[in-house]
């Protein structure tokens, strides 16, 4: 008999511990690589973007990229689509861009990415919906030496 309740007081205390779906946060990343889409003058209708040597400091799981090949002083649009499964927290972008750029997310406010120098971060999270989303990061080279972009976005979302 004291068995049984014991077995009755340890799955009660299972039942309170369980994690509820409603406060899960559902994190994930989308990263600079050849996955991305780029649109130049050279190709109007878009190509998928090439991974390209670039100064040593980098994002983790990001490669530099650009067009292929890689031509100067010019300006590359790059798009990537992502599908957010529930409501959206945040959608935080890191990135660097040699030599200067924007992002924005589904038309949104655009965020400026204005040198080289450093990483720069932008919140993007107005602009973040739950389905389908459209970043797109603009890349400007302004003359001789490397070229390239690097980001890396992070979304959380709360599964409903």
Do not use: H
Not at 50 to 60: A, E, F, H, M
Not at 119 to 139: A, R
């Amino acid at each position: 008999m004291s068995y049984i309740l014991i077995i009755l007081s340890l799955l009660a205390q299972i039942s309170y511990s369980c994690i509820s779906e409603n406060v899960i946060d559902f994190k994930f990343y989308i990263t600079s690589g050849t996955s991305d889409w780029v649109v130049s003058s050279q190709y109007p209708n878009g190509v998928y973007a090439s991974v390209v040597s670039g100064p040593t400091s980098i994002l983790p799981e990001t490669s530099w990229i650009w067009e292929n090949p890689v031509i100067f002083m010019r300006s590359i649009t790059i798009t990537r689509y992502f599908f957010v499964a529930g409501k959206p927290k945040s959608a935080i972008l890191i990135s660097k861009i040699d030599d200067t750029g924007s992002a924005k997310l589904n038309g949104g406010t655009s965020c400026s990415i204005p040198g080289f120098g450093v990483f720069y971060t932008c919140d993007l999270t107005s602009s973040c919906i739950v389905g389908l989303n459209k970043l797109e990061i603009i890349g400007t080279d302004t003359g001789a030496g490397l070229v390239g972009v690097m980001y890396k976005l992070t979304v959380i979302s709360k599964l409903v």
